[in-house]
């Protein structure tokens, strides 16, 4: 189990938003929180309790939308911060800028404008 108040935190500065919907333990734990940017959940973390299969991989696909460099810049600087960098910030052929990336969690972002 990752420890989700410390994702939560950094998700929530790294986007820029505030928790949507969540329930919270009496430990401070969340067995359910949402984020939400621009009105689309975003990220929906839960604790497994044995129902989930570690070998799953999966990988959230932000876009920022074309023009907003800064939040995506913002973003890219949060979640590196003791992760893994795939693919640096910067232009691609379908892309403006993009950057693939597993944060300290080892979730896998792949963000782009």
């Not at 621009?38 to 920022?64: A, K, R």
């Not at 003791?82 to 232009?91: D, K, N, Y």
Request: with cysteine; charged share 20%; aromatic share 10%.
């Amino acid at each position: 189990m990752i420890g989700n108040i410390e994702a939560v935190e950094l998700y929530k500065i790294a986007f820029s938003v505030e928790l949507g919907y969540n329930v919270k333990n009496s430990d401070g734990t969340y067995p359910h929180a949402e984020i939400v940017l621009n009105h689309q959940t975003i990220v929906s973390l839960s604790e497994s309790n044995g129902w989930s299969d570690s070998s799953l991989n999966m990988q959230f696909c932000v876009n920022f939308g074309k023009g907003n460099k800064m939040a995506l810049s913002t973003t890219y600087e949060v979640l590196k911060d003791s992760g893994q960098i795939h693919s640096a910030l910067g232009p691609c052929d379908w892309n403006e800028s993009m950057t693939d990336l597993s944060d300290k969690f080892g979730v896998r972002w792949y963000l782009a404008v």
